[in-house]
């Protein structure tokens, strides 16, 4: 997969006021506010279960906007995500790469996540986190595990990333460039 320019975006958005939203889930324990705060901070950040969400304004490394959700995982609170689907843009589904136990229970809420109206044809950034931990499924692997029924009529890639250490991210963020380019076709044909 090649990478696109992105310098002109910048300007290109702040011209239209188009701020992206993305909504990050995935199972408890997955990393995902660890990977929110590293992006805000370029720094690891000790964090806690998210009970709720939070919610950080972004930019892209070519300043490109985007309001990024981070949304608690916990069984008891995936009942609440349908909640933070409206006027999704893009979802990221972070997988834990070290846990793969809970692998099926993942691929399911997933695929509840993506039977939502609201998720109709919004591309799928899918990280496998936690690569840093020796032994932990690389993306290829886990990649080959997915079933791709889940994700039909979705444009969908999966990176592997280290929240901890920050390895993968920018890469990551470089992806969503191109998903963004698909998600704009969209919101210019809506």
């Not at 011209?15 to 990393?31: E, P, Q, R, S």
């Amino acid at each position: 997969m090649s990478f696109i320019d992105f310098s002109g975006w910048s300007s290109f958005h702040e011209t239209l006021k188009i701020v992206f939203v993305l909504v990050m889930l995935g199972l408890d324990l997955a990393g995902k506010s660890t990977l929110l705060y590293r992006l805000k901070s370029s720094r690891a950040m000790e964090t806690c279960p998210t009970v709720g969400f939070n919610v950080e304004s972004l930019r892209t490394p070519c300043g490109v906007p985007f309001t990024l959700w981070d949304v608690g995982g916990q069984s008891s609170l995936r009942a609440s995500w349908p909640h933070y689907l409206e006027d999704t843009n893009i979802l990221i589904f972070v997988l834990d790469s070290t846990d793969m136990a809970r692998l099926p229970e993942a691929l399911e809420a997933l695929e509840e996540a993506l039977g939502h109206p609201s998720l109709a044809g919004v591309p799928v950034l899918l990280l496998a986190n936690k690569q840093e931990v020796p032994g932990a499924m690389a993306p290829a692997e886990l990649g080959q595990r997915l079933q791709r029924g889940q994700l039909m009529g979705h444009p969908w890639v999966l990176r592997g990333c280290s929240a901890l250490t920050g390895q993968g991210l920018q890469e990551a963020l470089g992806v969503l460039g191109e998903v963004w380019d698909l998600q704009y076709i969209k919101l210019s044909t809506d």
